[in-house]
């Protein structure tokens, strides 16, 4: 069975630049890896690691529900001047009997740490109604995503009642690796190695289970 090959935390030519240089000495085929540092990258983003995506991907899709809207904001009951496509938004609104439009979304995944890191790109949003039908969002005229929240905020005029599901594609992640995520995945690839070669750690002087937690300590930032 195939599996997915991300973009690793850490290169092989880094891996091999230090100390670890002897552990891995064994590992001579290119598959083998990008093997090991994809399942390595794979952990790290994981429920033992940070819990969320760090490395580059592509294609993710995310459904949430369109809940919540803010007192404080125009709600597009206010008399808001706008443009041609938000004042025929406004107009469906009305026919339809509601005024209650939600005005922001959130993606899961964004940059909890080093934001100026961390590249969007969205390939769509699709609305999809209660009232039946549905409707692609013009990327032009959306704000965001921001990447240390994931907000994105949808103009005034956007048809998007309460209840509607919105279902984002979008790729992200670091388009530039911190250094402490690339030496946490430098730590979790050596632990994997090691684990294959000595359990024990008797054998070649290093620990799999402390390479571990090093590296989740370190993680632990990016939750």
């Given at each position: ?10 290169t092989w ?15 001579t ?13 794979r952990?790290c983003?994981g ?13 993710l899709?995310e459904?949430?529900?369109?809940t ?10 206010g ?5 041609l496509?938000g ?10 009997g ?5 005005r ?15 590249t969007y ?25 921001y ?18 599901i ?5 790729g ?5 690796m911190?250094?402490?995520a690339?030496?946490a ?5 050596a ?15 290093h ?13 632990d930032?990016?939750?």
């Amino acid at each position: 069975m195939a599996t997915d090959t991300p973009t690793p935390l850490c290169t092989w030519a880094q891996l091999t630049e230090g100390a670890f240089a002897d552990l891995v000495r064994g590992y001579t085929n290119p598959q083998a890896q990008t093997d090991v540092l994809s399942e390595a990258t794979r952990i790290c983003e994981g429920s033992e690691g940070a819990g969320r995506r760090l490395a580059p991907f592509t294609g993710l899709v995310e459904t949430e529900r369109a809940t919540g809207i803010d007192p404080d904001e125009y709600i597009d009951a206010g008399n808001v001047p706008l443009d041609l496509a938000g004042t025929l938004g406004l107009s469906y609104a009305y026919s339809m009997g509601t005024t209650s439009l939600v005005r922001h979304g959130w993606l899961s995944q964004y940059a909890p740490r080093y934001p100026d890191l961390w590249t969007y790109s969205v390939e769509s949003i699709l609305i999809s109604r209660s009232y039946g039908g549905d409707q692609l969002v013009n990327l032009a005229n959306v704000r965001g995503p921001y990447a240390d929240s994931g907000e994105i905020w949808f103009p005034i005029g956007t048809f998007l009642p309460v209840g509607s599901i919105i279902t984002y594609t979008y790729g992200g992640g670091y388009s530039t690796m911190p250094a402490d995520a690339c030496r946490a995945g430098k730590l979790m690839t050596a632990s994997l190695v090691a684990r294959e070669l000595d359990p024990t750690g008797q054998q070649h002087g290093h620990d799999p289970d402390v390479l571990a937690a090093e590296a989740t300590a370190i993680l632990d930032g990016y939750r």
